[in-house]
């Protein structure tokens, strides 16, 4: 199948950004304020562009993790050009790009609406599990063992975080921990870090992502502590459904249930540490 005439899909251009963040946020996905801007710098080339003549009519993201491992998100059509075949052309064509732009063997992730996971099935993704968004109205307790970062200092967060995400993505993960607005809190027993998490400001409160840590007890300390620097903000954490004891924190913490997406691979899924992630970074990119 080719595309209608007049359509193209290209990459997106830098000024295209933010009508993609915007049909995002129409959606309900409640984009954190710089989630875009910092996927694009750390990857411009994941960002492509359906277009009908010169204007933007749909897109979607083909993130490469220094070409290790890859996330597909942000996928949208234009609400009035939907159900008409556009989708799937789309699709398809970021699927192909984004295999070719990794190692060969590259498992790629995405995180799907579930009314949508048997279209990506056939394209060749394998349901991992869910992962369930949990929302309410931020009320935590300081604990003075927390610690911000950067007295947790970045070589410290970046290792920990490898053991809970499938390549190191160092240049992503500077710019998600130093973005504007944005709390990050970290926790030592001994020497070793136990557990970190960042909560960053979205369109609407904020959100928790990612927040990974060695067990409950820690997790519950660390968002605890995300929380009571945001106190009365409306709040969402995206946990693993298989983290029962994640599961059980978001009701502890008076959140509930609002959404879920389903996390799904293609090639082979990460071996990942569940019980330890408490928190997805994000639904977009990983
Ligand atoms: C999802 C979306 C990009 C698809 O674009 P589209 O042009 O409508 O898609 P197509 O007409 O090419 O259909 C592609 C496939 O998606 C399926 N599909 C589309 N919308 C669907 C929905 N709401 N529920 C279930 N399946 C849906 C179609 O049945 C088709 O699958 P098939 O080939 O097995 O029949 C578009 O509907 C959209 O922007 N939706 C809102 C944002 C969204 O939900 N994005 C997906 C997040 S995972």
Redesign the pocket.
Known sequence: MSLPPAFTIAPMRADEVPILEEWAAQ?GWNPGLADLAIAHAVDPDAFIALRQGGELV?GGTIFSYSAGFGFMGL???R?D?????????L?HHRLNLLRRRLVPGASIGMD??F??A??YE?GGFRLAHRDLRFEGVAHGVTDPAIQAYPEISFAEIETYDHRFFPVSRAAFLLRWLEQPGAHVRGLRQGDSVVGYGVARPCRSGFKLGPVFADNPASAERLIGSLLAAIPGEKVALDIPEPNGAGLELAAKFGLTQSFGCARMYHGPAPDLPLDGIFGVTSFEFG
């Not at 050009?81 to 052309?89: E, K, P």
Request: proline fraction near 4%.
């Open positions: 959606e749909g996928f949208i059509i609400a050009l939907r159900g008409g075949g556009l989708g799937a052309q699709w799907g609406v009314a949508m048997p279209f056939k």
